[in-house]
């Protein structure tokens, strides 16, 4: 099976830049999506196809995708971004998850 | 607007199935390359993909939990059905669905998962 490997957790200032990572073998041959979820509330759609932003997602929210690492960052880090991020990609028509990115600010 | 309501039981006992339901409404799984998911999230764990169902009827399944899932869809009502046999208490889970439009990218299927519910809360104990 294929596996996605991300930081338990990482911390950065408001104002500063966040950088989650998500890591698989030969990952930037496939696309990859981002998930914000905050407790108690439904999962969304942050970044798809590696670096595709939904509507009504703002601007500080990109996206990369080379090697075996795929990058989330939040520019300009505010306090609702507080959340776990998860990354998703498609192996042999199967979805998998990474493990989770706590993101805190502090 | 998309949106996605799920519902079912809060509490199964083991080995009951459980049977949920995606209500759904401004999209169709009429419309090519529209289509529905189900994830799970464990208390504490990541999510867990499911299953998925296509405007065209392809099915798609965990490999892990195939032999005790089966999705269906009712297009006419606007609903996606998810069936879990032989329920466990390691199924406790807060239970999404959520809409995804089909992408074929590089070599393979590649969609994201565009809309959520809000999730329904599924506990399973006797």
């Known amino acids: 099976s294929y596996d996605l490997t991300q930081s338990p957790s990482v911390s950065v200032s408001p104002g500063q830049t966040a950088s989650v990572t998500c890591s698989g073998d030969k990952l930037g041959d496939k696309y990859v999506s981002w998930y914000q979820l905050k407790p108690g509330q439904s999962p969304v759609l942050v970044i798809y196809q590696d670096r595709e932003r939904p509507s009504g997602i703002p601007e500080r929210f990109s996206g990369s995708n080379s090697g075996n690492t795929a990058t989330l960052t939040i520019s300009g880090t505010q306090a609702l971004d507080e959340a776990d991020y998860y990354c998703q990609a498609w192996d042999i028509y199967t979805v998998v998850f990474g493990g989770g990115t706590k993101l805190t600010v502090l | 607007q998309v949106t996605l309501r799920e519902s079912g039981p809060a509490l199964v006992k083991p080995t009951q199935t459980l049977t949920l339901t995606c209500t759904f409404s401004g999209f169709s799984l009429a419309t090519r390359k529209m289509g529905v998911t189900w994830v799970r999230q464990a208390p504490g764990k990541a999510p867990e993909w499911l299953a998925l169902?296509?405007?065209?009827?392809?099915?798609y399944y965990s490999p892990s939990l195939k032999t005790r899932l089966t999705i269906s869809k009712d297009t006419s009502k606007n609903q996606v059905i998810l069936r879990m046999t032989n329920m466990d208490p390691v199924d406790t889970a807060t239970y999404y669905c959520a809409q995804t439009t089909y992408f074929y990218g590089t070599g393979s299927r590649e969609d994201s998962f565009d809309i959520w519910g809000q999730g329904t809360m599924v506990t399973v104990s006797s």
């Open positions: 169902i296509d405007w065209d009827g392809d099915k």
